[in-house]
């Protein structure tokens, strides 16, 4: 770990060096200069347009995010050549996001490192997530920490889970609802939808239907899915609220359309027994008629909360 760190760090800090060269450019640059600083430019661009982050608060947001599974393969050489002309470390993140969909896991870290210890919150949540798959969970939780008090959403939610499972740190439910509060607050609805968990399921707090139920309808009105499944499940058996079938049915329909196999299946079982109309009394649920159900599919139990 040590050594690719290191490796990373002076291959960077060689191509930092090009930033220098360009701000040593005379008033009055020449042609050339110019189209250097015109490709540059048109680079910087490029990058923060194909690998900008929805979970970056520091992102161009002249451009839209983009996913990571969705990042353009020219994002690479644009964030690197962005990169090695100004030392900026929102270019470094990007590019490392570039890299990681590319599957170069290594320079994607190297990358990482470089906006991490540059003080970039994004990336250190990044680096974070790397280092805790690697086994070091007290590097997750330290970078994590400083990514979230910066404000950054993703990382406020992480911590969360650390403070939930234990990692890297003591295992503190009032503490992982407060950094889950925190997230959700900006908008996160897995944030929301653990905080309802964790008193739907009691194990760590004494269960409180009617506080997870408040929770799962924030998730879900935030198109969160397994907040309308354990929503959908909760009216359907009268727990914390009254029972409710057509409002289950709801809740199991939309997770349907949102591709959640279990809400599909539960949606025909409520349709099957009457309480929402068959598919030639109500248009549009043609769709979810057609799904084709296999043995192993369909778990019938609550989703357990979901990690990053």
Known sequence: MKSQGSKARKGFAVAAGAAVALCG???????????SLQLVAAMQSECDQLAGSPY??????????????????RA???CRMAYEATGNPR?????????????????????????????????????????GRLGDDDAQFRLYS???????????YNLGVAYRDGLGTKADVKKALDWFGKAAAEGDDTAAFNIGAIY?????????????????DLAAQRGNTDAMINLGLMYEAGEGIAANTAKAADMFKKAAENGDVFGAYKFLELQDMGVVPAPSQEAGDDELNTLVLKPGDVEQQKPAGIDI
């Open 25 to 35: 450019l005379t008033i009055s640059p020449s042609a050339q200069e110019r189209e």
């Open 56 to 73: 970056d608060e520091r992102r161009n947001a002249s451009f839209a995010p983009v996913d990571i599974s969705s990042i353009d393969g």
């Open 76 to 78: 690479v050489d644009a």
């Open 91 to 131: 270019f470094a993140y990007q590019l490392g996001r570039a890299l990681n969909n590319s599957t170069e896991p290594e320079e994607a870290m190297g990358a990482y490192n470089a906006a991490s210890e540059a003080g970039y919150p994004a990336a250190q949540v990044n680096f974070g997530m790397l280092m």
């Open 146 to 156: 400083k990514a979230a008090q910066s404000g950054n959403r993703l990382a406020a």
């Open 200 to 216: 739907d399921e009691g194990h760590l707090v004494q269960q409180d239907d009617q506080t997870a139920i408040a929770w799962y």
